[in-house]
């Protein structure tokens, strides 16, 4: 079992950015699939972005060009820049881990079920 560690979450104004770290500690997956996922209050948990160990991205549309998810393998830590955050941001995040998906990128973000291993999350609220 993986243990993942979130943080980095915070309040911002809109506009702003954040950088969300997870460390990942205990068994690692030598060929993994890592992904953020969010969840609002009343709504279903939502993929964020996803990477495997190959480097290959996939991002939900909503984030498009104002997120950038990362990796450094040295540190074992996944990392998540968000730039001109928007109100609707606005969410609990998570990090997950699991098994090298071979498949669409995209898949994944519809499927968190997919992975096996969560962290408890990290706040972030942007204010307009």
């Known amino acids: 079992q993986v243990h993942l560690v979130e943080s980095g979450g915070g309040s911002v104004e809109s506009g702003g950015s954040l950088r969300l770290s997870c460390a990942a500690s205990g068994y690692t997956y030598s060929s993994y699939s890592m992904g953020w996922f969010r969840q609002a209050p009343g709504k279903e948990r939502e993929g964020v972005a996803t990477i495997d160990s190959d480097g290959n991205t996939s991002y939900a549309d909503s984030v498009k060009g104002r997120f950038t998810i990362s990796q450094d393998n040295a540190k074992n830590t996944l990392y998540l820049q968000m730039n001109s955050l928007k109100p609707e941001d606005t969410a609990m995040y998570y990090c997950?881990?699991?098994?090298?998906?071979?498949?669409?990128?995209?898949?994944?973000?519809?499927?968190?079920?997919?992975?096996?291993?969560w962290g408890q999350g990290t706040q972030v609220t942007v204010s307009s």
């Open positions: 997950a881990a699991g098994p090298r998906w071979g498949g669409s990128g995209w898949w994944l973000l519809l499927h968190p079920s997919y992975f096996a291993s």
